[in-house]
């Protein structure tokens, strides 16, 4: 009987990345100039979003786990991306509208990224690039990198790792606990 074997995450020590990125800029869906500096002690869950994927539901987990956390630390940042198939072709317009409409979502979506690829924003360079935190490219919509509330990258997850599973909401309790 052959097995599959499944890794979820990874994750890295706190000394294990020392590049800042916390002041790589990037704007907010409405155009303002931000940075991880602008979340200082507090987690962040990085999210490279889409409305017409197949994880899309992951929407609404996402915006569940921000409820319950958010008093407690965490900010999710939507990052939507259109590097995978296509799969968010809207204006940011259009996508916040979606995500306010269709899920109710709170947390602050950013401007549209490529996450990969010609033209790959520096945050995500920084992160999965060559001496990232995580090297190898995000491999397709809803991947996730949490940051500490030092501002240290402490875990990636891929896509298929929903927002309520057990492994991603330890990672958060325990970057808030830090």
Request: glycine share 10%; net charge neutral.
């Amino acid at each position: 009987m052959l097995h599959k074997i499944v890794i979820p995450a990874i994750v890295l020590s706190a000394s294990a990345f020392a590049a800042d990125v916390s002041k790589i800029p990037f704007e907010t869906a409405e155009g303002e100039k931000t940075s991880l500096a602008d979340y200082k002690g507090r987690a962040v869950l990085l999210v490279n979003v889409a409305s017409k994927c197949g994880f899309t539901k992951q929407y609404a987990g996402l915006q569940k786990l921000y409820e319950e956390k958010k008093d407690g630390g965490l900010v999710i940042l939507g990052f939507p991306c259109n590097d995978f198939g296509g799969q968010e072709p809207g204006t940011i317009e259009e996508i916040v509208k979606f995500c306010s409409d269709k899920y109710s979502v709170t947390f602050p979506i950013m401007a549209k990224v490529h996450v990969k690829g010609d033209g790959q924003h520096p945050l995500y360079k920084e992160l999965t690039g060559k001496g990232g935190a995580f090297p190898g490219d995000v491999k397709w919509n809803f991947g996730k990198i949490l940051i500490g509330k030092d501002g240290i990258p402490v875990a990636r997850f891929e896509s298929q790792t929903a927002p309520d599973s057990a492994e991603l909401t330890k990672a958060v309790d325990d970057a808030l606990a830090r």
